[in-house]
């Protein structure tokens, strides 16, 4: 295998309120976001309630979503 260098930051957003910026902080790396969860059926509600608020926000902001739910637990 060739041997390759991989640079990947992170940025970690916290706070009260800071979900409701959602849109913008995705905006700034492309106009698509890919939501990964567990299956509908395997969340908490408040879970749930979190990722339609979230993917709502996102559309809001023009972000196209795409919602994979088959992410398995480790």
Not at 11 to 24: A, D, T, W, Y
Not at 36 to 51: E, G, R
Request: net charge positive.
């Amino acid at each position: 295998m060739k041997s390759f260098w991989q640079y990947q930051p992170t940025r970690i957003v916290f706070g009260s309120g800071c979900v409701n910026e959602i849109g913008k902080t995705i905006e700034g790396f492309g106009k698509a976001c890919l939501l990964v969860t567990y299956h509908p059926s395997k969340l908490a509600n408040a879970q749930q309630q979190a990722c339609d608020r979230i993917v709502d926000l996102l559309q809001k902001a023009g972000i196209r979503v795409e919602h994979y739910y088959g992410a398995l637990p480790n």
